[in-house]
């Protein structure tokens, strides 16, 4: 049990396109998703919490009109990076909290998606 | 906020000895300590945690301890094999609905045969 997608797996994109990507938790329910970033050999950045129904909360210092985050259900959350730069490139990890394990509940995590933008 | 030391940095060691992983935390509210194993291009693994109402857990090759007082928990790996090389983070968390993980930076665990 607890596993979490996510979609695509890979994406490589032009400068000033938007990527939109999905996770979800596929056999439990989460109140909480959490957005990462990793650079290489670096540890995971925690980019914003995503909670079910409300609006995302933001880590200082990351814009929340470039990566917009919504979380319409209690299985599903999508990061969409807005009008990407190459600087942007990096692997995006979320994570899921089940909802019946309460505040520090396990977290588990998608496979990651490598962003790629030329 | 809580803030999440881990050293060292890398680690290596021969096949079948021990290793040890340290990390200490600085928010005295903190008591979820999970640890993940990373190998490359994927995801983190949650290998073991530890709650604070204990001071140690064992699952077959991996132990946690934990010890409150002076706020540091270490991770054991007894007779290392060479798979059980990659990044491995710790992290720590107090309760609460919005509560979340702060990482350490991660140790680089080589397990030379």
């Known amino acids: 049990g607890a596993v979490v997608s996510q979609h695509p797996s890979r994406v490589i994109c032009k400068s000033g396109t938007s990527v939109k990507i999905e996770c979800r938790s596929l056999?439990?329910?989460?109140?909480?998703m959490f957005w990462y970033r990793q650079f290489p050999k670096q540890s995971l950045m925690l980019m914003a919490t995503s909670n079910e129904g409300s609006k995302a909360t933001y880590e200082q210092g990351v814009e929340k009109d470039k990566f917009l985050i919504n979380h319409a259900s209690l299985t599903l959350s999508t990061l969409t990076v807005t009008s990407a730069h190459p600087e942007d490139s990096s692997f995006y990890i979320c994570?899921?909290?089940?909802?019946?394990?309460?505040?520090?509940?396990?977290?588990?995590f998608g496979p990651g998606t490598r962003l790629t933008v030329l | 906020g809580e803030n999440v030391e881990q050293h060292p940095s890398t680690l290596s060691v021969q096949e079948g000895d021990s290793a040890v992983i340290k990390c200490t935390y600085s928010d005295s509210a903190s008591n979820y300590f999970p640890w993940y194993k990373q190998e490359l291009g994927k995801r983190p693994q949650l290998i073991i945690d530890i709650r604070s109402n204990v001071g140690e857990k064992k699952d077959q090759r991996i132990a946690v301890t934990l010890n409150k007082t002076a706020k540091h928990f270490s991770l054991h790996i007894t007779e290392t094999q060479p798979e059980d090389s990659a990044v491995y983070f710790c992290a720590a968390t107090p309760t609460g609905a919005n509560s979340k993980l702060t990482f350490g930076k991660g140790i680089t665990l080589s397990v030379r045969p």
């Open positions: 994570s899921a909290r089940e909802v019946r394990s309460g505040g520090a509940g396990e977290q588990f």
């Open positions: 056999d439990f329910q989460a109140t909480t």
